[in-house]
């Protein structure tokens, strides 16, 4: 079981997010892994769904409520880790997809437990989900949670 030795979990704030999230904590205690749990801020939905490589150009106080935003759901999903767990937490703005996986090889994470949906539908069903997105251009293991 230890294949599973650390374990990203992409949340948003969505249910499904967050039954993904202790899917991961089972897996982790089973593991004995560290969980990494990322809230990724989509800057597309700010910039007119213009895909921007950099958050530079966002003026600060953009970038902080949006980073605010991702620590409030990160804290409320570790509220539910057991003591001791090794837990970490990364809030990053950016493409989801892209940005998960970037974070995934950054951090040499031996898998990848997220919800099959976000909380954004209709974008999901335009552009692609982006567990799928994970599943084909990713090289990480990835368990889609319903």
């Known amino acids: ?4 030795s650390r374990i990203l979990v992409p949340v948003d704030g969505s249910e499904i997010s967050e039954r993904a999230a202790q899917k991961a904590i089972n897996l982790a205690q089973l593991s004995e892994g560290t969980i990494d749990f990322l809230y990724v801020a989509n800057i597309t939905g700010i910039t007119g769904g213009n895909h921007l490589k950099s958050d530079l ?11 605010a935003s991702g620590k409030k759901v990160l804290e409320r999903v570790v509220k539910n880790v057991p003591r001791g767990m090794k837990v970490n937490i990364h809030c990053k703005t950016g ?11 950054e951090l040499n994470s031996s898998l990848i437990i997220m919800g099959s949906r976000g909380l954004n539908l209709a974008e999901s069903m335009l ?12 090289h990480f293991p990835v368990l889609v949670v319903k």
């Open 1 to 4: 079981m230890n294949d599973f």
């Open 57 to 67: 150009n966002l003026p600060a106080e953009v970038l902080e409520n949006l980073k």
């Open 95 to 105: 493409l989801p997809a892209e940005t998960i996986l970037a974070t995934a090889s």
């Open 127 to 138: 552009l692609g989900s982006v567990s799928q997105f994970l599943l084909t251009r990713g």
